[in-house]
């Protein structure tokens, strides 16, 4: 599988499908490429806010291409033309060629409308994306909580998508107590550097998992950037 990372929380997963994650573009200073410019056919939004929907919308438009989210967001996105498929808390989607399970994240939730009105959307939630015999867990915007043992258990992703940048999510000891628990074979930082507030080393975050001691590979991308997993 292939994994992009297009800034702070977006991701393109490549395999059998294109799997297009949190597409948060316009607007977003690292993202290096337009909304446009994306082929997906399938988008995954872990939570309503703009940094994470972001482009979603007119991505689907344009792509045909259905959003996968919570119930609730999913009613809210319906309105404006674009399929979606609503699922929740420990469902499965089996899709085409890949699975996607929603698993929880321990954040905020809401969405706001065109008019600036904020909108209730349901709980924030996480993905494990099977695809090519590859799992990989993107965490959403959360902070480490113990369940994410359980989430390790169950499903056994090969690769973690995780928030390192503090401040809105958990930052990198809390990252590092993650990948404890889930014990991926890899991990990628995201969630940091894209504002002031969550600038973070990711250096810094590769070197606390090895002072840790933990049998886990950093893989530490540019926007733009891509890793290739191969079991």
Same mark, same amino acid.
């Given at each position: 599988m292939k994994i992009t990372w297009l800034g702070h929380a977006a991701f393109l997963l490549e395999g059998r499908a294109k799997v297009l994650i949190d597409p948060f573009l316009t607007g977003n200073p690292n993202a290096p490429v337009k909304p446009e410019e994306v082929e997906a056919d399938y988008i995954l939004v872990t939570h309503g806010h703009g940094d994470h929907l972001g482009d979603a919308v007119e991505i689907a438009k344009k792509n045909n291409a259905p959003i996968i989210c919570i119930h609730e967001l999913s009613r809210i996105l319906a309105k404006y033309d674009v399929e979606t498929m609503g699922m929740n808390m420990g469902g499965t989607a089996r899709t085409g060629s890949i699975a996607v399970t929603m698993v929880p994240a321990w954040h905020s939730a809401d969405v706001e409308d065109e008019k600036g009105n904020i909108i209730s959307a349901g709980l924030p939630a996480g993905f494990v994306v099977s695809m090519d015999g590859v799992r990989v867990y993107h965490t959403g915007d959360t902070d480490v909580f113990l369940d994410m043992q359980l989430i390790g258990? +169950?499903?056994?992703? &090969? *690769?973690? +998508?995780?928030? /390192? #940048? &503090? $401040? $809105?999510?958990? #930052? /990198?000891? #809390?990252? *590092?107590?993650a990948l404890e628990l889930v014990k991926p074979k890899v991990a990628i930082p995201m969630h940091y550097n894209t504002f002031p507030l969550v600038e973070k080393d990711p250096e810094d975050f590769r070197k606390a998992v090895k002072a840790k001691g933990l049998d886990v590979e950093v893989v530490i991308l540019k926007p733009g950037e891509s890793y290739e997993y191969n079991k």
């Open positions: 258990e +169950l499903h056994k992703p &090969d *690769v973690m +998508l995780v928030p /390192i #940048g &503090d $401040y $809105y999510t958990m #930052g /990198i000891a #809390g990252a *590092v107590k």
